[in-house]
């Protein structure tokens, strides 16, 4: 039976001009994670991850090195990719400018507030702003990432994906409804990983937003969520 390691990748940088990009906290906890991972004997047949920098970045931490796109065992798939949340955000603004002000404070609880009430009404079809993708188009993509990882998978494989592809593909296994889905979305840690085995017809979950790796009493304030 065939098994996946489903990450999410390290500390991005929240607030910054980029966000696409690992923080030093970020490479830290990547290097953490493949610590762990070579500790325990644990290789990998495949690498997959999603287009975005974050994910390489995050992959090539764990695994002290490059990523080589001539490989025969890594590949990309931009179904692992995160929803434009930035673009979700503002458009719940844009419909409840009474909030704004409060958002302005830069503070994180507060924005991930609003991004929970946006991703809600997202999930409804109720964000009346242009938007580069449904709901039902995000669900759609990620499941065809997870048909192209039961495809291509054998052995013990690495996913390199963010908080909301993570979310929606345990969703999928799980068939939870959209708001659980929302729910597990915003517990997804950086670096977090869920264990997931791989039938002939279908996904079986064995752990969720797993951090051995961080959960240390050596290792202080390396819990991150964004």
Request: one cysteine or more; a negative charge.
């Amino acid at each position: 039976m065939a098994e996946i390691y489903l990450v999410r990748h390290g500390q991005a940088s929240f607030g910054a001009d980029n966000y696409d990009q690992l923080s030093d906290l970020g490479h830290q906890q990547s290097e953490y994670l493949g610590q762990y991972f070579t500790d325990r004997d644990i290789n990998f047949d495949h690498i997959i991850i999603g287009t975005q920098h974050r994910h390489r970045q995050t992959a090539e931490s764990i695994l002290g090195h490059p990523l080589s796109d001539s490989a025969a065992d890594y590949d990309s798939h931009s179904g692992l990719n995160e929803y434009d949340f930035s673009v979700l955000y503002k458009a719940f603004m844009a419909q409840h400018p009474d909030t704004e002000a409060a958002a302005k404070e830069g503070n994180r609880r507060i924005f991930y507030q609003r991004l929970k009430l946006a991703l809600k009404l997202w999930s409804e079809d109720r964000l009346t702003e242009d938007l580069p993708e449904s709901w039902t188009d995000f669900k759609t993509r990620v499941a065809d990432a997870l048909t192209h990882i039961q495809n291509r998978v054998t052995g013990t494989c690495l996913v390199v994906s963010s908080g909301g592809p993570i979310s929606m593909a345990i969703g999928h296994i799980l068939e939870l409804n959209p708001p659980k889905i929302i729910d597990l979305n915003l517990q997804v840690k950086n670096t977090s990983f869920s264990h997931i085995y791989l039938g002939q017809d279908r996904m079986h979950l064995s752990c969720f937003n797993n951090i051995p790796h961080l959960d240390r009493m050596d290792r202080p304030d390396v819990i991150t969520y964004s």
